[in-house]
């Protein structure tokens, strides 16, 4: 009971963010545009990196109500690689991912109803323009830095909550950018799936390939890299004081 409560917090999270998440880029043009800085690429970088610190600390309060829900796939499953989730196995991970999965197809379809016409062609979903080893190779290097990158902030970083999510905003937003032209440098499965199910290309090889084997594989080589070698060093340091 407790993994199916802890499946349908994740669908119900998941689908909320997939939905919230394309705001962060309208409201970035808009606010840039009314200040007249949309020209300012670092300006209107960190109004996006601000909004989005804002939006991950409030779907981690969102999260904690739903019993420690999670919306990206990667993130737990290289949680669980560095022994940082004692709640997750393999069992449970195996029902929740296809609840994230749901959740993502029906945050992206309720947010292409909802988003008024003109904005559409604001949204930018992952996409393969490379090809599928490339891409299988970008997505996966990508995953393993952001993955590394939130360990080691959220972890090693600063005391202050919103200066490490804020960092974590930084990280991704730049790793997005480097990877928009060969992936869309999506490093969330189940947010691929939701767009991918939505342009009839969830079912095929390729996608499986560069959105969900290299990415969680990326993932997991960053838990053991953070795991064996900085805690490793930790240890170390420790024994040295002692």
Request: one cysteine or more; charged letters at 10%; aromatic letters at 14%.
């Amino acid at each position: 009971m407790g993994v199916i409560k802890a499946a349908i917090g994740d669908a119900l999270l998941t689908s909320m963010w997939e939905f919230s998440v394309p705001f962060l880029k309208v409201f970035t043009i808009i606010i840039s545009t009314f200040l007249g800085i949309q020209t300012i690429p670092l300006l209107a970088l960190f109004i996006s990196t601000t909004f989005n610190t804002i939006l991950v600390l409030t779907f981690s309060i969102i999260a904690n109500l739903l019993g420690g829900a999670s919306f990206n796939p990667s993130a737990t499953l290289s949680l669980y690689a560095a022994s940082l989730k004692p709640d997750a196995s393999l069992i449970s991970m195996a029902i929740r991912f296809p609840a994230q999965v749901a959740g993502g197809v029906g945050g992206v379809k309720a947010i292409m109803q909802f988003m008024p016409t003109q904005y559409k062609h604001m949204f930018k979903w992952p996409s393969l323009k490379v090809d599928l080893h490339t891409g299988a190779g970008v997505e996966g290097i990508l995953t393993f830095l952001r993955s590394f990158a939130l360990l080691v902030i959220m972890l090693r970083g600063p005391k202050s909550l919103f200066l490490k999510v804020w960092l974590v905003g930084v990280v991704t937003v730049g790793l997005v950018i480097a990877g928009s032209k060969y992936t869309g440098a999506c490093m969330n499965p189940a947010k691929a799936f939701g767009w991918a199910y939505l342009n009839n290309w969830h079912n095929t090889w390729e996608f499986f390939y560069v959105y969900w084997v290299s990415p969680l594989t990326g993932a997991v080589l960053a838990s053991w890299v953070f795991k064996y070698f900085l805690s490793a060093s930790s240890s170390a340091v420790k024994q040295m004081k002692a």
